[in-house]
C-alpha cells in the first residue's frame, strides 16, 4: 500500500510513535528532499535505511506509476519536508494513480500547519478553506484574492516571507481593512508568533522584514443582506445553470446567512405552485 506519513512541521516531539515505527521498518521511502529525509531520520534516532526515492514537483508525474507498482507488492511510504504530503507538496499524483490502480492508500496523521494555524489564529473554526500559495506574480494574486472577496469561510493561506508584505497589502484592497487577519510564523519551532491585525497594520509590520515559514489566516466576508425574494431567485439560476438544487441553496444560504433548509423548501413550494 500507500501509505502517507506526516513529519513534524518544526518541533521533533511532534513525531507521532506511529510514525516513527513506520520509518524503523520501511523499505522504500519516496521523499520530497531524500537529504531532508535522511537528517529526520538520524534526528529520530532511527538506525533504517530505507531505499529513498526522491518525488517532488518536477518529476511526480514520472515517479507516480513506479511508486505505484512497488506499492503494489510492498509498502511504501511517501513524505513531504514537513507535514502531510499531497497537501500543498508531492504526493497528490501517487494517490490518484494509486486509487485508478486499486492500489490500497493510508495516512499517518499528524502535524499540520494549517490546522494548528486555524486553531490559534481567534478567528471563526466552524468552516474554512484552505487555499495554499497565492500567485507569485502580482496580477494574478489580485486576481486570486478579488474572487475571493466575498467567500464567507476563514480562509487560510501559505507565502513566503519575500512576498507576504505585499500579499497582505493586496489582502487589504481586495477584502478591505476591516478584515481580521492573523499572520502565524515559524509554528511549533522557538521564534512562534502569532500576530493580529488588520491588512494594513500587518503588511506595515511584514515591511520591516519577516523570517520564517508563514501561515495566513484571513476572516471571512460578513454575510450579504439579502431578500428571500432575491435569494430564491439567486438559487433558481444557480439550479438553471446546471447545479443541484440542494448544493444551490447551500451556496446561497452561505453568501447570504440564510437558513440552506428554507430556501431549499421555499425552491420546492415554488415548482409545486
Given at each position: ?35 531532508t529525509t535522511q537528517r ?141 487577519i492573523a499572520v502565524c ?89
Amino acid at each position: 500500500m500507500i501509505i502517507l506519513a506526516a513529519t513534524p512541521i518544526g518541533n521533533l516531539g511532534d513525531a507521532s510513535r506511529r510514525l516513527i515505527e513506520v520509518l524503523e521498518n520501511a523499505e522504500v521511502v519516496a521523499a520530497e528532499d531524500t537529504r531532508t529525509t535522511q537528517r529526520l531520520l538520524q534526528a529520530l534516532q532511527i538506525d533504517n535505511r530505507p531505499r529513498l526515492i526522491a518525488l517532488h514537483d518536477h518529476n511526480e508525474k514520472q515517479k507516480a506509476s513506479e511508486l505505484v507498482a512497488l506499492a503494489a507488492e510492498q509498502d511504501v511510504v511517501v513524505v513531504s519536508d514537513a507535514g502531510m504530503p499531497a497537501v500543498s507538496d508531492p504526493g497528490y499524483g501517487v494517490v490518484a494513480a494509486a486509487a485508478e490502480a486499486g492500489v490500497t492508500v493510508t495516512a499517518i496523521p499528524g502535524p499540520s500547519a494549517v490546522l494548528m494555524a486555524l486553531a490559534i489564529s481567534g478567528l471563526p473554526t466552524d468552516r474554512f478553506t484552505f487555499e495554499g500559495f497565492l500567485p507569485r506574480k502580482p496580477g494574478e494574486r489580485r486576481s486570486s484574492l478579488t474572487a475571493l472577496a466575498a467567500e464567507p469561510r476563514t480562509m487560510v493561506f501559505f507565502e513566503s516571507p519575500s512576498r507576504l508584505a505585499a500579499s497582505l497589502a493586496d489582502m487589504g484592497v481586495a477584502f478591505g481593512d476591516d478584515r481580521r487577519i492573523a499572520v502565524c510564523r515559524e509554528l511549533t519551532k522557538l521564534y512562534e508568533e502569532v500576530r493580529r491585525g488588520t491588512a494594513s497594520e500587518l503588511a506595515a509590520w511584514a515591511e520591516q522584514g519577516v523570517k520564517g515559514e508563514i501561515v495566513v489566516v484571513v476572516e471571512g466576508a460578513a454575510p450579504v443582506a439579502v431578500s428571500a425574494e432575491d435569494a430564491a431567485a439567486q438559487v433558481q439560476a444557480l439550479v438553471a445553470s446546471g447545479m443541484r438544487l440542494k448544493d444551490a441553496c447551500a451556496e446561497v444560504a452561505a453568501a447570504t446567512g440564510l437558513s440552506s433548509r428554507d430556501l431549499y423548501q421555499q425552491a420546492l413550494a415554488a415548482k409545486k405552485a
